[in-house]
């Protein structure tokens, strides 16, 4: 994964500094980070099973796209941004969910926000260097999923459902 420059926040969401990526999650400092809900017309959400190389939670099962927001960037041209390096989908609406703050593993701290849109299927190219597989699921088929304990789940995607299904999170919200 390349070096990225990024955003450092205070609890408020007000840009404090700038560091690199790599020193970003050695320190702990907070920063920003975009998740993305793909639903099929059907009402399916878009899965994807990370790498077994990548740094957190290889081989796990993540939420349609999961990004770090860049140095400048905001939270909607990071959405925009990785609909298109993950899934190489582009001109998808989205609306904003919810922002949130949220410990997402040792020394990673991020204000994040979740959008939710729809994806036609037949134009999904997911980026197979960062995903090894995506599949669809109802969110029943999911809850039974984690229910089972037999698939690994990424922890947030777990808190984004929660809290998507109005159960209780880890999430804090933001304004």
């Given amino acids: ?19 690199m990526r790599s020193t970003v999650h050695r320190l702990g400092l907070q920063h920003r980070g975009v998740h993305v809900f793909l639903f099929t017309p059907d009402q399916k959400i878009l899965v994807q099973k990370r790498s077994a190389d990548r740094a957190a939670s290889p081989s796990a099962l ?19 941004r990785g609909m298109k390096e993950e ?7 989205v609306k904003p969910l919810v922002k949130f703050r949220m410990n997402y593993g040792p020394n990673d ?7 939710e849109g729809t994806v036609d ?3 999904v190219k997911f980026d197979p260097v960062e995903i090894e597989s995506i599949h669809y699921f109802s969110l029943d088929e999911l809850w039974s999923m984690v229910n089972e304990g037999e698939v690994e789940f990424c922890g947030w995607f777990v808190e ?10 880890k999430m804090i919200l933001q304004d």
């Fill in 109 to 115: 701290n991020e204000i994040s926000m979740l959008y």
């Fill in 62 to 80: 993540d939420c349609s796209v999961s990004e770090h927001v860049k140095a400048g960037e905001s939270y909607l041209d990071s959405a925009m």
């Fill in 121 to 123: 299927p037949g134009k």
């Fill in 160 to 169: 984004l459902l929660n809290w998507y299904e109005g159960k209780p999170s």
């Fill in 1 to 19: 994964m390349a070096d990225e420059l990024l955003d450092i926040v205070n609890d408020e969401d007000m840009i404090t500094g700038q560091e």
């Fill in 87 to 93: 899934m190489g989908v582009e001109g998808i609406a």
